[in-house]
């Protein structure tokens, strides 16, 4: 299986950037396929990028689009989310998730791997 463990969390304020990471390990990460979904208190785990084994497709939630750009790195089995353009309610926890086809998802239930998720608050 695959293991993957968000980081780059943190406090920021409204208009900064984050760049989130998501280190896989203990799989065969370069073949899947991933995605960044998010969940803020009292709300449901909502989707947000997604790309594929290669990297040479990617898909965004419409909040995420022209502010968020995820990407990976096989050499490194990494995985990247950048931010820029922070609102507050774009604070939740955010986890890394793997699926094992390769393939461009956006519906949460065809993730199988999933991180403890890191946290990102952004102050007004």
């Known amino acids: 299986q695959v293991q993957l463990v968000e980081s780059g969390g943190g406090l920021v304020q409204a208009g900064g950037s984050l760049r989130l990471s998501c280190a896989a390990s203990?799989?065969?990460?370069?073949?899947?396929?991933m995605g960044w979904f998010r969940q803020a208190p009292g709300k449901e785990r909502e989707f947000v990028a997604a790309?594929?084994?290669?990297?040479?497709?990617?898909r965004y939630a419409d909040y995420a689009k022209g502010r968020f750009t995820i990407s990976r790195d096989n050499a490194k089995n990494t995985l990247y989310l950048q931010m820029n353009s922070l609102k507050p309610e774009d604070t939740a926890a955010y986890y890394c998730?793997?699926?094992?086809?390769?393939?461009?998802?956006?519906?949460?239930?065809?993730?199988?791997?999933w991180g403890q998720g890191t946290q990102v608050t952004v102050s007004s």
């Open positions: 998730a793997a699926e094992p086809h390769g393939r461009l998802v956006v519906d949460i239930v065809e993730y199988n791997h």
């Open positions: 203990g799989g065969t990460f370069r073949m899947c396929g």
């Open positions: 790309i594929t084994w290669s990297g040479s497709f990617t």
